[in-house]
């Protein structure tokens, strides 16, 4: 049987009336959504719903909601391709999607993966709120140079990838000086720069303060060996042993993401098709650059028009 994995997105595919469909459409959706109401003490549809936009932005609230919403919009899939569920025997996302494949996979539960992304995303939102900081899309331009132009930036502040998205598509993450000296750099050097709405500088030391209250709680739930492979972030490989889960989640606020590499993973380990789960269509517009001719399809609330 041809392998399949399933992909879930991180922090920048949230906007406003994700979910909604899925929750009106779906009781277990619905259910979700209540659920997490009860767990974080508001009520997450409803910001999904009407926002304001700033608010669902916000890391300490989209982290949650983007966790909740992909795992709901498996309802989707439940319903309209049964199949698919059977057929996945691999999973990832990207930053924060790993804990939703992570609860995919069984490692983590609904309630406690919810848990854990809820304190990571106040504790990220207030290491990014100490610090004045932020991300940096670079395009068209290689890993060796924008490595060079890291180096040639950080005369200023800390700058260094964060993100290892696909060929021709980094992102850099630092100090905010070194974030706009880094602008200029690039466009000198006939790339195409896209500062970030971030709160601050995610994967990089500047998030270090956020990884005790992390580590506290991921210590206080319960996480197993996962029933599919999920493909981490920061080593694109897959772990079994909850000790090591725990440390490697830990490890991915201050780590680089590894997502070219992990869908390269994903390709040599014989994975032939691919289903992105979740807000937008970012991971499949990714794939896209890594490898063109593999199928990959979406569910979200715009499958159910």
């Not at 992909?7 to 959706?29: C, D, E, K, N, S």
Request: aromatic share 4%; hydrophobic share 45%.
């Amino acid at each position: 049987m041809a392998s399949h994995a399933f992909l879930f997105p991180g922090q920048g595919a949230q906007h406003i009336g994700m979910g909604v469909q899925i929750a009106r459409t779906y009781p277990a959706a619905k259910a979700m959504f209540e659920r997490a109401a009860e767990i974080l003490g508001y009520d997450l549809l409803e910001i999904c719903a009407n926002g304001p936009e700033e608010k669902l932005n916000a890391t300490a609230v989209c982290q949650p909601a983007l966790y909740v919403c992909s795992l709901a919009a498996l309802e989707i899939v439940r319903d309209r391709q049964p199949e698919l569920l059977e057929q996945a025997n691999y999973a990832a996302g990207l930053s924060l999607g790993e804990y939703t494949a992570l609860a995919f996979a069984e490692a983590l539960s609904f309630e406690d993966g919810l848990r854990v992304v809820d304190v990571r995303g106040r504790a990220m939102q207030a290491a990014a709120d100490a610090t004045p900081s932020g991300m940096v899309s670079l395009l068209l331009l290689e890993p060796e140079k924008v490595q060079e132009l890291c180096e040639q930036a950080s005369d200023v502040g800390l700058l260094q990838i964060a993100n290892y998205l696909c060929p021709g598509n980094l992102v850099v993450s630092g100090a905010q000086t070194a974030c706009e000296k880094v602008v200029g750099l690039a466009e000198a050097a006939s790339g195409r720069p896209i500062p970030l709405k971030v709160a601050g500088a995610f994967h990089t030391p500047i998030m270090q303060s956020a990884t005790e209250k992390l580590a506290e709680i991921l210590q206080s739930v319960t996480i197993t060996a996962p029933k599919i492979p999920v493909i981490s972030n920061v080593d694109a490989t897959a772990h079994s042993d909850p000790e090591e889960i725990r440390r490697i989640l830990v490890q991915q606020v201050v780590h680089p993401v590894l997502w070219e590499k992990s869908m390269n993973s994903l390709i040599d380990a014989g994975v032939e098709s691919m289903t992105e789960i979740g807000p937008g269509k970012v991971l499949k517009g990714l794939m896209k650059r890594i490898q063109r001719k593999l199928p990959i399809e979406n569910f979200n609330d715009e499958t159910l028009g």
